[in-house]
């Protein structure tokens, strides 16, 4: 059954299609002004890349902060819930997922069965999000994708004493001024959002295995800091940002419960 | 003082020197100083015998120690006063450990009590310290002795740094972001995000969707005022009450505070931001006093 999971997040929307659990394409599309014309953007380049049509999709399920902008929906999810489904079909000795998005972070428990037991979020506060990241790669002038595999190659590591993004920016800038190196600003700062999430983490349990999805799950060094903060490895899937979308399109399929 | 408010420094706020001209202070017996080293910004302040002489009010620069010693020399220009005669400075706020010539460092919030006791007299029971990077609820004694205080030093959110981002965002000059505010015909509903990263998001929509920037400033001047009432009902409000720091200045979140608390906060008679070190000044005299018995 040929079933379609579509994420609506805060900063890009992103599709899953799917059939009997084979991912059959994806599409993203960055959120701008209008949402309905994204959603349909990232409908048609999953379409297109999965080589279906609109008509051979039986079930729509929308998730996401935007999911109510999804008209062609069949049902919608929490982002709780599609992430738990998502994760636990990747990794299914995953007893905790952590997601890290644009501008929320989200620390999920689950059983053996994949059911939800407790969930922390964090909605209020740039510092434990992404932007977050972009904020102090703007403050470091390095484009956000440079910002992880430099801290990789810091060798000190420096304090970060402000929480606030606001409040670290200027703390990076002093950084600068007082002549630290980039990479360890750099590790500091994936140091710092890391101590957050985990905090966030630990209010649920911190119960092996964890699976790290989000588009920051891309980012190298918060990998590297998150590791060493929680003191275990970590489950990383190839296209954590997608996790989600997958997670709808499997429950819209029955595949994931 | 001339503005230049074409300037793209949004942010920018006057800075300022004063002093009495109608003090002799070489008549006076103690001569003391306070110095408030904040994130954003430091102040100076001389006192003779417990009087307010002369104050300074600047931009904290990257080095503390330098800015301390540049608010002490602008308060002292004009006044044929050295440091030399100062008898007992007494360093205070976020930076207080780096005031180089300071005998004492001191806690902001117990010069910031001190200091609004000497501006607001002792009928002062709640002060409302709104600085740059954070934000105190204090309650005093009639003497400006704190009996207890709440504090946020973690959030931008109802600081001085959140109405900085809003005012480079709108390109709205900040000392006129709050009088602005108030040239909306009704009160719009509040920018529903706290964090300044996200109300700014926030912002940037609503001016897409094409509200003026008058509407925008409204908007986050009743989130402003509402984050703060939080802390201070969480303090337990008594009257009366002022506010002091640079947000003390800007009328469009002062009047929102005052709404919401429906209490008025007393209007002050010297410059809000010299509070701290003003309190500063008076812990010095104090001091300098005790020093001098203990000599004899």
Same mark, same amino acid.
């Given at each position: 059954m040929v079933t379609a999971g579509i994420d609506v997040g805060a900063k890009n929307v992103k599709i899953i299609i799917q059939d009997n659990g084979k991912v059959l394409g994806k599409g993203q599309v960055t959120a701008g002004f209008d949402t309905a014309s994204d959603i349909k953007e990232a409908l048609d380049a999953g379409l297109a890349e999965a080589g279906v049509t609109r008509e051979q999709v039986e079930t729509i399920y929308a998730t996401g902060a935007g999911r109510k902008e999804v008209k062609d929906a069949d049902d919608s999810y929490t982002e709780v819930g599609a992430d738990a489904a998502g994760a636990i079909y990747l990794f299914p000795s995953a007893r905790t997922v952590i997601d890290v998005g644009a501008e929320e972070g989200r620390a999920i428990k689950v059983d053996e069965k994949g059911k939800v037991v407790d969930f922390a979020i964090n909605e209020r506060c740039a510092a434990g999000a992404g932007a977050f990241t972009e904020a102090m790669a703007r403050a470091l002038e390095l484009p956000l994708t440079e910002l992880g595999p430099l801290s990789l190659t810091s060798t000190r590591a420096v304090p970060m004493n402000a929480q606030c993004a606001v409040f670290a920016e200027s703390e990076v800038v002093s950084l600068i001024h007082q002549k630290t190196p980039k990479r360890d600003i750099a590790r500091a700062v994936h140091d710092a959002m890391a101590s957050r999430i985990t905090s966030m983490a630990r209010r649920v349990g911190v119960e092996p295995e964890v699976c790290l999805i989000g588009g920051v799950a891309k980012n190298p060094g918060f990998i590297d800091s998150l590791k060493r903060d929680l003191e275990m490895e970590i489950l990383i899937p190839e296209d954590p940002e997608f996790v989600s979308a997958l997670g709808a399109a499997l429950l819209a399929a029955g595949i994931a419960n | 003082m001339a503005e230049d408010t074409s300037s793209k420094e949004y942010w920018r706020w006057t800075e300022s020197n004063w002093h &009495? =001209?109608?003090? #002799?202070?070489? !008549?006076? #017996?103690?001569?003391? %100083?306070?110095? &408030?080293?904040? *994130?954003? *910004?430091?102040?100076?302040?001389?006192?003779? &015998?417990?009087?307010?002489? !002369?104050?300074?009010?600047?931009?904290?620069?990257? #080095?503390? $120690?330098?800015? !301390?010693?540049? !608010? /002490?020399?602008?308060?002292?220009?004009?006044?044929?006063?050295?440091?030399?005669?100062?008898?007992?400075?007494?360093?205070?706020?976020?930076?207080?450990?780096?005031? =180089?010539?300071?005998?004492?460092?001191?806690?902001?919030? +117990?010069?910031?009590?001190?200091? +609004?006791?000497? /501006?607001?007299? $002792?009928?002062?029971?709640?002060?409302?310290? /709104?600085?740059?990077?954070?934000?105190? %609820?204090?309650?005093?004694?009639?003497?400006?002795?704190?009996?207890?205080?709440? /504090?946020?030093?973690?959030?931008?959110?109802?600081?001085?740094?959140?109405?900085?981002?809003? +005012? &480079?965002?709108?390109?709205?000059?900040?000392t006129k972001a709050g009088e602005m505010s108030l040239q909306v015909e009704e009160e719009p509903p509040m920018v529903s995000s706290t964090c300044v990263v996200f109300a700014k998001s926030e912002a940037s929509a609503l001016l897409r969707e094409g509200w003026p920037k008058e509407k925008v400033l409204a908007a986050y001047c009743l989130a402003m005022a509402h984050r703060v009432v939080g802390l201070l009902e969480r303090l337990g409000i008594e009257e009366d009450f002022a506010i002091t720091g640079g947000i003390a200045k800007n009328i469009g979140i002062v009047s929102r505070i005052e709404k919401e608390l429906g209490i008025k906060a007393l209007k002050p008679s010297i410059d809000t931001q010299i509070a701290g070190a003003l309190g500063g000044a008076l812990f010095a005299n104090a001091l300098a006093k005790k020093e001098r018995k203990k000599g004899k």
């Open positions: - | &009495d =001209p109608d003090i #002799d202070w070489k !008549a006076g #017996d103690i001569i003391s %100083a306070g110095v &408030d080293v904040g *994130s954003v *910004s430091s102040q100076a302040v001389i006192m003779v &015998d417990g009087k307010l002489f !002369a104050y300074s009010n600047m931009r904290t620069g990257s #080095d503390s $120690p330098k800015s !301390a010693q540049d !608010a /002490m020399d602008w308060a002292l220009e004009g006044t044929e006063l050295t440091q030399d005669n100062i008898e007992y400075v007494v360093g205070t706020g976020y930076g207080r450990v780096n005031v =180089p010539f300071s005998k004492r460092a001191i806690t902001e919030i +117990a010069c910031h009590g001190r200091g +609004a006791n000497y /501006m607001y007299g $002792p009928t002062i029971k709640t002060v409302l310290d /709104m600085g740059g990077q954070d934000c105190k %609820a204090i309650r005093v004694d009639e003497k400006g002795k704190v009996v207890s205080f709440l /504090m946020n030093d973690k959030c931008a959110a109802g600081t001085g740094r959140g109405m900085e981002v809003f +005012a &480079d965002l709108l390109g709205v000059h900040i």
